[in-house]
């Protein structure tokens, strides 16, 4: 089992881990716009990087998600979707206050599918049952050709290499897992 630690203290994370090059898994999670559902992982027509927070009631993860909804949404051919456990309720109010108009913002409350399927359930500690900071890029035949599981809850992700995965997994084509670079 993997796991983060959160201000120091360590946090297990439980559920099955994914790593580069894995199909990725194709999870349907609620978006928070419309409440309606949205899949997620699996192959697409796009590139999709797929942003991970606890919560966006929270100042690292709403920071992260204004930084990606200004800077990852320019990137030609990639969907960004951002994950957490907030009631769709909660992420639309977010949005509009924050002006989150360029990513998708979902919530997978209602059975962590999302969370299990990417092993980034946190299953100890203060944030027990929600999902651990982290960043996928899922390539357009379904494959994982990025991943970062943040070591410390309350850091930011490497932004610029993220970015950048999404960016050379869009221009290599949909049959590269992103291993190969």
């Not at 942003?51 to 990137?75: I, Q, Y």
């Not at 360029?102 to 059975?111: P, R």
């Amino acid at each position: 089992m993997a796991t983060v630690t959160l201000k120091g203290n360590p946090c297990t994370l439980s559920g099955s881990e994914i790593k580069m090059g894995d199909a990725a898994p194709q999870v349907t999670l609620v978006n928070s716009k419309g409440l309606e559902d949205k899949v997620v992982g699996g192959a697409s027509d796009k590139t999709q990087l797929i942003v991970v927070v606890p919560s966006l009631d929270t100042e690292v993860c709403a920071a992260e998600t204004r930084r990606f909804n200004v800077e990852a949404a320019k990137v030609e051919g990639v969907e960004v979707i951002v994950v957490s456990m907030d009631l769709p309720f909660a992420a639309t109010r977010f949005c509009t206050t924050e002006g989150i108009d360029n990513l998708t913002v979902t919530s997978d409350f209602v059975n962590k599918s999302f969370a299990n399927a990417y092993g980034v359930l946190i299953a100890d500690g203060p944030l027990a049952g929600l999902t651990a900071r982290s960043i996928f890029v899922v390539n357009k035949d379904g494959r994982i050709a990025y991943k970062e599981i943040v070591p410390e809850i309350t850091d930011e992700p490497n932004y610029e290499a993220a970015i950048k995965g999404a960016k050379d997994t869009g221009s290599l084509g949909a049959s590269c897992c992103g291993t190969c670079q």
